[in-house]
């Protein structure tokens, strides 16, 4: 058990000192390697000793997890293990049905391999599983080459499988089952998870917190699921789940380590992550728990600078580094932005041609007395307007989709901001503030014509997403 136990609701701040200058060593190695950040929370023996969110980001907004999301479903199935409602030697299919399957080796699959990754299946199944109408039938329909407990293979598909069963057993989405028992004791409150065609919680991904929410979840597990001086966690559930229950593989370094039960091992403590750089660590050995939210490719080389940087100095990290702007690249007229741009680019609705984003239309409108831009754009959902700022971020809320996975539920935050390196070319930026998607937008036009090239900061698929042609309604 750790030597100080948080007692009150949310976590308490330490006092600020000079420091030592660990955070500022490392905020610059991250930003030397084009590593981006949006929020960074360094928690020390129950304090909040460094803290941060790079502009538009914000405290209380929340941010996409993607497969941090699996510790929390993991927790579900420790609650429901505690509760009678199953056990880890269960087999799947005694609670998901096998599809009509009579593969052995899914009649064999225990929960317990959901949990550790080693359901079997040669590689990463979730593909083919959310492609069919009913991701249960497609996830049991896979072929599961190895014994299960053989073959570890990261498997987003298994844990919607466990969120599945969780929601069998409880009659509860995952989301609805935890805020009782998890979220509300820890006072989270605004959490959303996304869901299936068939409204059961994606399980591995898909669950948005806030950076302080998650910083408290990774204080709880540092405490052996104690809270204000209470069990919250079911008793041992932390040490079993984040102990090395298999051997990894994996290219890079803090892969190799072992995983648990949606949890991996590291070379310090050990971890809940999440693509594009989500990481919650917890680092018993300095009573410590480190919280970022980004958007690079490079999770190793996040860890790298972690543990470079601040490990050794967990002691006294440093000042807080507070609201750091995040630059747009290229010029930044002074100047409003519809004054310098070409009569026919404006007011006028462009149709697009068919394209795999699915955008239907665009219309760029100079709002009367303001020096910005609305920028509308149609797609199978509707429309939506985005407001963009000549050289700074501007907020508004659409409807569109904008690279989040599943059907879109209804507004998303977004910021825009605009420059025009050269008269020929308007450069859009658009950021949802719940995840780690940066969309940019060049836009070259002729009388009737409009050519939008699309890219992407990060992605699980290509980030240039290629160039789009409007045509302007006659």
Not at 69 to 95: I, N
Not at 178 to 203: F, H, K, M, Y
Not at 402 to 426: F, I, S
């Amino acid at each position: 058990m750790p030597d100080r136990v948080v007692d009150v609701a949310r976590l308490p701040r330490a006092p600020r000192s000079p420091g030592t200058g660990a955070t500022d060593r490392f905020l610059e190695a991250v930003r030397a390697a084009g590593i981006e950040l949006h929020s960074l929370m360094i928690v020390r023996r129950g304090e909040v000793v460094t803290e941060g969110w790079w502009h538009p980001y914000r405290p209380d907004l929340p941010h996409d997890l993607f497969s941090m999301s699996k510790t929390f479903t993991s927790c579900a199935v420790g609650f429901a293990r505690a509760e009678g409602l199953l056990d880890l030697e269960d087999r799947v299919v005694d609670h998901l049905g096998d599809a009509g399957s009579t593969d052995p080796n899914l009649h064999a699959m225990r929960l317990r391999h959901l949990l550790t990754m080693t359901t079997g299946h040669d590689g990463d199944v979730t593909g083919q599983t959310v492609t069919d109408p009913d991701w249960v039938h497609g996830f049991l329909s896979q072929p599961v080459q190895h014994p299960p407990g053989t073959h570890f293979v990261y498997n987003t598909a298994a844990t919607y499988a466990l969120s599945a069963v969780v929601q069998a057993r409880t009659g509860q989405r995952l989301l609805d089952y935890l805020t009782p028992r998890l979220l509300e004791p820890l006072g989270v409150a605004g959490a959303t998870w996304e869901q299936s065609p068939q409204g059961i919680d994606t399980g591995g991904f898909g669950l948005a917190l806030r950076t302080e929410d998650i910083a408290c979840f990774g204080q709880l597990l540092l405490q052996d699921g104690v809270w204000q001086g209470r069990q919250v966690l079911p008793e041992g559930w932390v040490a079993e789940a984040s102990a090395r229950q298999v051997r990894s593989v994996h290219s890079e370094s803090d892969w190799t380590e072992g995983y648990g039960y949606q949890l991996w091992r590291s070379r310090h403590g050990y971890r809940a992550d999440g693509a594009f750089g989500q990481f919650c660590l917890v680092l018993p050995e300095h009573q410590a728990v480190v919280v970022m939210t980004s958007a690079t490719p490079d999770l190793q080389g996040v860890l790298n600078r972690v543990w470079e940087h601040l490990v050794p100095h967990l002691d006294d990290p440093g000042p807080a580094p507070g609201d750091l702007a995040v630059l747009l690249p290229g010029p930044v007229p002074a100047d409003p932005l519809a004054g310098a741009l070409a009569p026919g680019l404006l007011g006028r609705t462009f149709d697009l041609d068919p394209n795999p984003l699915g955008l239907t239309a665009m219309r760029l409108d100079a709002p009367d007395g303001g020096d910005g831009l609305e920028w509308t754009l149609w797609d199978r959902d509707g429309e939506g307007t985005i407001d963009v700022g000549p050289g700074r971020w501007v907020a508004s809320t659409v409807g569109l989709r904008l690279g989040r996975e599943g059907p879109v539920t209804g507004p998303v935050e977004v910021v825009g901001a605009a420059a025009l390196p050269d008269p020929g070319r308007l450069v859009l930026h658009v950021r949802p503030t719940v995840g780690p998607s940066r969309f940019e937008a060049q836009i070259t036009w002729s009388d009737a014509t409009v050519q939008m090239a699309l890219g992407v900061n990060v992605a699980f698929g290509p980030t240039d997403l290629g160039t789009l042609t409007g045509h302007a309604r006659t």
